[in-house]
Each structure stands twice: as C-alpha cells, then as structure tokens.
T-cell receptor, first 114, second 111 residues
Framework: EPEVTQTPSHQVTQMGQEVILRCVPI?????FYWYRQILGQKVEFLVS????????KSEIFDDQFSVERPDGSNFTLKIRSTKLEDSAMYFC????????????FGSGTQLSVL | EDQVTQSPEALRLQEGESSSLNCSYT??????LFWYRQDPGKGPEFLFT???AGEEKEKERLKATLTKKESFLHITAPKPEDSATYLC????????????FGKGTMLLVSP
C-alpha cells in the first residue's frame, strides 16, 4: 500500500536554528498537510496546501513557519528560528481530493529543540 | 470552535472482553467524523469515516457508529494486537479538510 514518507525520523536542533522537515506524499494525492503533536497532547493542525499554495492555516502557523513543494514529489515544512516550544512530533499527511477524503499520515519527525 | 472529547482516557481490557470508546463532538456543521489508530511513535492510521447520524461501519473487531452528538468505537473480543491509542477527529463544513482531533483513548488489551 502506498505510504507517506517523512525524513528525518528524529531532528535535534539548537534554539534559534532553522530546520526543514521533509515529506514525500502519496504520488497521486493533491492535498498536503502538516500536523504536530506535543507529547501527551492532541494532534494539532498546522497547514494545508493545494495547487501550490496554502489553502488553510492555524494560529500556530505563524511567520516562523513556511511550506513548500519544491518539485513534484517533496513537501517541506521550514521553521525559521526554532523555539523550545516547537519541540513536538510533526506529521505530514496527504489526501486524494481533500473533500471528505481520508488523510494518510506519515510516521512523523520528532523535533527536539534544545 | 470545534471540540472533540474522548473517553475514557485509558482503558485496560482482558483479551476477549468487549467494550466501547466514546467520542463527543461539537462542530458547526459536520462534514465527516474520522477514527484513527495510533501506535507509539507512529502516525495516525485511518480506520473509518462516518458522515451522517445513524451510519455504522465495521472492520474486523471494530465497529464505529455515529449520532448527532457522539460516536462510539465498539471493540468486540479484542486481541492484544488491538492495543493502541484510538483517535477521533471531526471535519467541519466550513473549512477545507482540517481535522480537529480529540486526545485519544489509550487501549491496552492483556492476554
């Protein structure tokens, strides 16, 4: 079965550094998402991306965050200047049509900001 | 604001002991209610989508039902491999495909 692939699985960084989390969504999917889960808390929506632009974003997704689809297969989340509170598991997801369509999630990148 | 509350937070069952997990929700127009399974250190794995009150879906030992205010995930004769955190999420009519998740129910099935 096709799957969403995320790299790296773990990322450790110093506060204030930039990080890029990478994702390869399922190949024929059109909608892409980033969610995050702080340890012990809910999975939270960050951003959705369709047709090469952001379609929706949450309050969490401030100016420090950006997303990009640099080519036909990758989807990235950049955090410009990491804060301690950015430490979380970041999940990439993709879906086929976006409307009532189930989201397929990757295994996540555990980001630790020291 | 859309809200999802799951109960109990944790549930321990003996193998073969059936039970139900609850998901209560408030949403300004429900487009869909989703159930996911999450294993430790992994991403959520899709189980079911329910769209309207009265709808039911089944998969192996799992059955999901939906009313206008809540959804239940019934687990019949569970096995140890059913141990996981079960997440409920709602998708509202107003947005695109944003899912609002509950905190989940951590299920442990002992042999």
């Amino acid at each position: 079965e096709p799957e969403v692939t995320q790299t790296p699985s773990h990322q450790v960084t110093q506060m204030g550094q930039e990080v890029i989390l990478r994702c390869v969504p399922i190949s024929n999917h059109l909608y892409f998402y980033w969610y995050r889960q702080i340890l012990g808390q809910k999975v939270e929506f960050l951003v959705s991306f369709y047709n090469n632009e952001i379609s929706e974003k949450s309050e969490i997704f401030d100016d420090q965050f950006s997303v990009e689809r640099p080519d036909g297969s990758n989807f990235t989340l950049k955090i410009r200047s990491t804060k301690l509170e950015d430490s979380a598991m970041y999940f990439c997801a993709s879906s086929g049509t976006g409307d009532n369509e189930k989201l397929f999630f990757g295994s996540g990148t555990q980001l630790s900001v020291l | 604001e859309d809200q999802v509350t799951q109960s109990p937070e944790a549930l321990r069952l003996q193998e073969g002991e059936s039970s139900s997990l609850n998901c209560s929700y408030t949403v300004s127009g429900l487009r869909g209610l989703f159930w996911y399974r999450q294993d430790p250190g992994k991403g959520p794995e899709f189980l079911f989508t329910l769209y309207s009150a009265g709808e039911e879906k089944e998969k192996e030992r799992l059955k999901a039902t939906l009313t206008k205010k809540e959804s239940f995930l019934h687990i019949t004769a569970p096995k140890p491999e059913d141990s996981a955190t079960y997440l409920c999420a709602v998708q509202a009519n107003w947005g695109y495909s944003t899912l609002t998740f509950g905190k989940g129910t951590m299920l442990l099935v002992s042999p």
